[in-house]
């Protein structure tokens, strides 16, 4: 399997839950509204013998006229349109931005038109239901009507090499991923496993649905990952995008 990390760069982010971009030594934190945070965003292209995968769909920034998440996918030698499954951890806008557009004759089209969506389906009515700056309107839109989406609940594989489980600790239906093949363990754990750091401390975060929920999951996938020597994948860590123990 390769794995590329598809970096789209720092940004900060308020209470308003708008996503801001920021430049590492030029940009200057404090002239951001009081209570910014800075946050890297970066998903994550697998490719394995049966699949191109995508983990997460990033803001929906354009860069010129072209998606972000589309340029980053070129620039890794690839193209949207090759693309075969979205796996999505959950819907918040910065997870989900990327799933869809809009063309010039107003309508709602994928990004990924070769590919299919998996998401959790009482997340997606979740997102529908209870609307919030936290979440794309559009995205839910789009998945709800959208002939090639797989709607998934609880626990589970998908082609008999990915494993999907209900985490619920980010978000009250976030989901988490295992790609196994040829003895191979790629994890990748959205917005519960963001950062190398979190997995390494204890820490409750409070933009969590269930922050104990989240820190215990984290140790537990950290020990099993590193005795198994899984390669995690961190959403929102540009610096460490993946970690296998010894490497």
């Known amino acids: 399997m390769q794995i590329f990390p598809l970096a789209e760069g720092v940004f900060t982010v308020d209470r308003t839950k708008v996503f801001m971009p920021f430049i590492l030594g030029k940009d200057q934190l404090q ?13 994550f292209l697998v490719q394995t013998s049966r699949d191109l995968i995508l983990l997460d769909t990033g803001l929906g920034f354009r860069e010129n006229s072209q998606l972000q998440i589309c340029a980053n996918i070129e620039n ?8 075969t499954k979205v796996l999505l951890s959950h ?14 004759f107003g309508e709602i089209k994928p990004v990924f038109p070769n ?16 609307p919030s ?14 002939e090639n989406v797989q709607l998934l609940n609880g626990d589970g594989f998908i082609d008999g090499y ?21 003895g191979a363990i790629i994890f990748y754990g959205g917005d519960e496993a963001p950062q ?5 401390n204890k820490i409750i975060a409070k933009y969590d649905f269930n922050g104990r929920l989240s820190m215990q999951m984290r140790q537990a996938w950290w020990e099993q990952g590193n005795s198994e020597n899984w390669t995690f994948l961190f959403y929102h860590d540009v610096k460490t995008p993946l970690y296998q123990k010894g490497s």
Not at 133 to 146: M, P
Not at 196 to 200: A, D, I, N, S
């Open 31 to 43: 002239e951001r509204p009081v209570g910014s945070l800075l946050v890297e965003v970066q998903p």
């Open 162 to 182: 990915i494993e999907y489980r209900l985490s619920g600790g980010h978000a009250p239906f976030h989901q988490v991923f295992w790609i196994r093949e040829n």
């Open 91 to 104: 819907l918040h806008k910065d997870h989900a931005g990327g799933i869809c557009f809009i063309n010039e």
């Open 115 to 130: 590919a299919t969506y998996y998401v959790n389906e009482k997340e997606l009515s979740f997102s529908l239901e209870k």
């Open 196 to 200: 190398l750091q979190q997995m390494k």
């Open 133 to 146: 700056s936290s979440y794309v309107a559009t995205s839910g839109i789009f998945l709800g009507s959208y």
């Open 76 to 83: 890794a030698g690839f193209l949207a349109t090759d693309v």
